[in-house]
């Protein structure tokens, strides 16, 4: 079952030591605002399968019956896999769960990445959004070389300013880079656990927005993430256009500077 707690998680900021592995971005104007994506469960349909591994790896190292580690890995997504395990077996050394942590890592690319697709409706709504005038970056707990990767293989890697990774920080570290690099605009996540609210409510000027979760033996529902501090849920993206529509007025444009209709290139 989800857990519906209303406090903040003691883990939810535990990662691995930032990597600073890029000069400093300069703050710049933006046309509307951007919007800030997760991937796994969020721009990519994967979390049947990551979560499924989850369950093997569990299985494999502490003896956790497969469908009771897939089920606590599901209940603690949105963390760093060592904020996870941190939390599910903090009686374990800390050496054996960052072993444990590199060996799902190393898995995830094989067995979860190989077949991993993004959602029907995404692509159409990432071009959509830019032609909006939103810029898109991504924020993700997944290692950023994997995730640009998996996102160039995929078709969509084009329309994203930036990925930041595990290698970069927390994704509340993250928000707050991106909130730094895009000053007096909207910032927006779309994230699809407790944990990823949770960080978007942790960043002032962060507005959080999420996708549902069905599948089986699990559900994450409209309702729950509202509860977790979404103002807007749903199982599918196609509508989140028309959603920031009404959730964020529209700035007038400064000097009279043109939208652009496309996605900025990679840095």
């Known amino acids: 079952m989800p857990m519906l707690g209303g406090a903040t998680s003691q883990f939810a900021e535990m990662s691995r030591p930032v990597i600073r592995d890029q000069p400093t971005v300069a703050p710049r104007k933006l046309e509307r605002g951007a919007v800030i994506f997760d991937v796994d469960g969020t721009l990519l349909d994967d979390m049947g399968s990551i979560s499924a591994l989850a369950g093997r790896v569990l299985a494999e190292t502490f003896g956790t019956p497969e469908a009771e580690g897939r089920l606590h890995y599901l209940a603690t997504t949105g963390m760093p896999f060592e904020a996870q395990l941190a939390q599910l077996y903090d009686w374990a050394p800390a050496h054996e769960r960052a072993s444990v942590a590199r060996t799902f890592h190393m898995r995830k690319v094989v067995e979860a990445y190989a077949n991993a697709h993004p959602f029907p409706e995404v692509p159409k709504l990432l071009k959509r959004l830019a032609a909006d005038g939103w810029t898109l970056s991504v924020s993700t707990g997944a290692e950023r070389e994997m995730a640009d990767l998996v996102l160039e293989r995929e078709g969509i890697r084009y329309w ?106 990679a840095r």
């Open 160 to 265: 994203f300013d930036d990925v930041l990774g595990s290698g970069q920080g927390t994704k509340r570290e993250h928000l707050a880079e991106y909130r730094r690099r895009y000053p007096g605009v909207p910032v927006v996540l779309v994230g699809d656990s407790r944990f990823d609210l949770e960080a978007a409510q942790s960043v002032e000027g962060v507005i959080p927005v999420a996708r549902a979760t069905e599948m089986p033996g699990w559900t994450l529902s409209p309702d729950d993430l509202r509860r977790w501090g979404a103002v807007w849920a749903d199982y599918s993206l196609s509508a989140l256009p028309e959603a920031l529509a009404k959730l964020v007025a529209r700035p007038k444009p400064v000097g009279g500077a043109k939208g652009r209709t496309g996605p900025r290139k």
